[in-house]
């Protein structure tokens, strides 16, 4: 340790700097950990209102797509009775009947068709 002649207290060399480089700026640790901490709770809120969000997102989205499917099926089903009476043999001689003219067979004849027979 060097003495100050003149006034007689110690004191010490300062560490000399290298050029270019700034002290570091001391944060004391609680204030880190209060920073960090308020971080984390932060990041917490946002990711538990941004999951709300989705999942609100998400079921109205389900609700909506459940519609669609009620809406769907009641057509379909409306579709396959069409279908159902478009094809009846009922509806098909009455029209064979009316619009074309045509009577029912009164001496019907039955021709055989021979099958072939694989050996």
Request: proline letters at 8%; charged letters at 30%.
């Amino acid at each position: 340790m060097r003495v100050d002649h003149r006034t007689r207290r110690s004191w010490k060399p300062r560490p000399r700097r290298r050029p270019g480089r700034r002290p570091r700026l001391a944060i004391p640790r609680e204030a880190t950990l209060l920073l960090l901490s308020g971080l984390i709770v932060c990041a917490v809120l946002f990711l538990y209102i941004r999951q709300t969000t989705v999942l609100r997102t998400l079921t109205a989205e389900c609700a909506s797509a459940r519609e669609d499917l009620v809406e769907r099926q009641e057509v379909n089903h409306a579709l396959a009775l069409a279908i159902e009476e478009a094809l009846s043999l009922e509806r098909i001689s009455k029209y064979a009947t009316e619009r074309l003219n045509m009577t029912t067979p009164t001496n019907p004849r039955y021709v055989y068709v021979p099958t072939r027979i694989h050996p």
